[in-house]
């Protein structure tokens, strides 16, 4: 099952909308590439198939991503609970360090912000999901394993 906040929603939607608004474009190119004569050598028209089939694809996979996904609500769950759409504080056990992370369901591709994106199925997702404030998680990943308290929930 896959978590989205509402935000995640959203820009998908929008995505999606991007998508749907490109075919008239695209079918354009097509009808214009036909009218150069033979197909068989017609690279413009064999790009613009192209492009219609990724572009198709993509709208599927958008469709199906939302109407199998399930939106966070985080009024609903129990105070001091990690959640998608939550922002937490760790300190890294050995070192002392803290950091922010943020649970969501689909990572922003942005490293400017002040926190991690992290995703639920990723191994720090994963150990971090349900977790309370309070409680030391271990994370298993490609670097070894590293332990975690959650000092914080910052902001839902």
Same mark, same amino acid.
């Given at each position: %099952? ?5 935000? +995640?929603?959203? =820009? ?8 749907? @608004?490109? =075919?008239? #474009?695209?079918?354009?190119?097509? @009808? ?5 004569? +033979? ?8 790009? @613009? ?7 198709? #694809? ?43 992370? =943020? ?9 400017? %912000? ?9 191994? %720090?997702? %994963? #150990?971090?999901?349900? @977790? ?7 994370? +298993? ?16």
């Amino acid at each position: %099952m896959e978590y989205l906040t509402a935000e +995640d929603k959203e =820009r998908l939607q929008q995505e999606l909308a991007g998508f749907i @608004a490109k =075919r008239k #474009a695209i079918t354009q190119r097509i @009808a214009d590439a036909r009218e150069l004569g +033979d197909l068989s050598e017609n690279a413009e028209y064999h790009a @613009a198939r192209e492009d219609q089939g990724m572009n198709e #694809a993509r709208i599927r996979q958008i469709e199906h991503r939302l109407s199998t996904a399930v939106v966070a609500e985080t009024g609903s769950i129990p105070e001091n609970v990690v959640f998608v759409g939550m922002t937490i504080k760790l300190r890294d056990t050995k070192s002392g360090e803290e950091e922010l992370c =943020r649970l969501v369901g689909e990572t922003s591709g942005r490293f400017d %912000m002040d926190y991690l994106e992290v995703t639920p199925n990723s191994p %720090m997702g %994963m #150990a971090l999901m349900k @977790a309370k404030v309070g409680e030391t998680v271990r994370v +298993d990943s490609r670097r070894g394993e590293k332990s975690y308290e959650i000092v914080q929930i910052v902001d839902s």
